[in-house]
Protein backbone atom coordinates (compact mmCIF):
# COMPACT_ATOMS: atom_id res chain seq x y z
CA UNK A 1 0.00 0.00 0.00
CA UNK A 2 2.54 2.23 0.58
CA UNK A 3 4.86 1.72 -2.11
CA UNK A 4 1.86 1.98 -4.12
CA UNK A 5 1.43 5.35 -2.70
CA UNK A 6 4.60 6.35 -3.46
CA UNK A 7 4.82 5.38 -6.78
CA UNK A 8 1.53 7.48 -7.62
CA UNK A 9 3.16 10.89 -5.92
CA UNK A 10 6.50 10.52 -8.33
CA UNK A 11 3.96 10.03 -10.95
CA UNK A 12 1.69 12.81 -9.89
CA UNK A 13 4.90 15.01 -9.39
CA UNK A 14 6.01 14.68 -12.47
CA UNK A 15 2.90 15.13 -14.17
CA UNK A 16 2.46 18.29 -12.01
CA UNK A 17 5.87 19.70 -13.21
CA UNK A 18 4.95 19.19 -16.73
CA UNK A 19 1.75 20.97 -16.07
CA UNK A 20 3.41 24.03 -14.15
CA UNK A 21 6.03 24.49 -16.89
CA UNK A 22 3.97 24.74 -19.54
CA UNK A 23 1.45 27.05 -17.74
CA UNK A 24 4.58 28.78 -16.84
CA UNK A 25 5.43 29.49 -20.11
CA UNK A 26 2.17 30.27 -21.04
CA UNK A 27 1.08 33.18 -17.96
CA UNK A 28 4.52 34.59 -17.29
CA UNK A 29 5.52 37.73 -19.82
CA UNK A 30 8.41 37.70 -20.75
CA UNK A 31 9.78 40.97 -18.97
CA UNK A 32 8.93 39.14 -15.31
CA UNK A 33 10.84 35.72 -16.55
CA UNK A 34 13.80 35.66 -14.00
CA UNK A 35 15.29 32.63 -12.95
CA UNK A 36 14.47 32.80 -8.76
CA UNK A 37 10.87 32.88 -9.79
CA UNK A 38 10.93 29.91 -12.35
CA UNK A 39 12.81 27.85 -9.91
CA UNK A 40 9.95 28.79 -7.10
CA UNK A 41 6.83 28.21 -9.02
CA UNK A 42 8.39 24.84 -10.66
CA UNK A 43 9.42 23.44 -7.06
CA UNK A 44 6.10 24.87 -5.13
CA UNK A 45 3.93 24.64 -7.71
CA UNK A 46 3.79 20.58 -8.28
CA UNK A 47 3.74 20.07 -4.68
CA UNK A 48 0.93 22.07 -4.03
CA UNK A 49 -1.00 20.64 -6.49
CA UNK A 50 0.06 16.82 -4.96
CA UNK A 51 -1.91 18.28 -1.62
CA UNK A 52 -4.59 18.95 -3.81
CA UNK A 53 -4.92 15.80 -5.56
CA UNK A 54 -4.31 13.70 -2.67
CA UNK A 55 -7.39 15.55 -0.56
CA UNK A 56 -9.81 14.76 -3.95
CA UNK A 57 -8.56 11.15 -3.92
CA UNK A 58 -9.22 10.72 -0.06
CA UNK A 59 -12.60 12.31 -0.70
CA UNK A 60 -13.35 10.68 -3.37
CA UNK A 61 -12.96 7.28 -1.00
CA UNK A 62 -14.58 8.62 1.34
CA UNK A 63 -17.62 8.99 -0.37
CA UNK A 64 -17.53 5.65 -2.18
CA UNK A 65 -16.82 4.22 1.57
CA UNK A 66 -20.42 6.44 2.38
CA UNK A 67 -22.29 4.89 -0.11
CA UNK A 68 -21.02 1.10 0.06
CA UNK A 69 -21.64 1.45 3.76
CA UNK A 70 -25.07 2.93 3.10
CA UNK A 71 -25.96 0.43 0.91
CA UNK A 72 -24.61 -2.76 2.88
CA UNK A 73 -26.80 -1.11 5.70
CA UNK A 74 -29.91 -0.83 3.81
CA UNK A 75 -29.46 -4.56 2.26
CA UNK A 76 -29.33 -5.78 5.79
CA UNK A 77 -32.40 -4.23 6.99
CA UNK A 78 -34.54 -5.33 3.98
CA UNK A 79 -33.23 -8.69 5.16
CA UNK A 80 -31.61 -9.38 1.21
Not at 15 to 24: E, F, G, Q, S
Not at 53 to 69: A, C, H, P, Y
Request: proline content about 4%.
Amino acid sequence: MLLGMCLVTCVFLVVNRMIVAWLYTILVPPSLDEVKLQTFLLFVGPVALIFVEWWIIDFIVDRIGRLTRSAHASRRQTGR
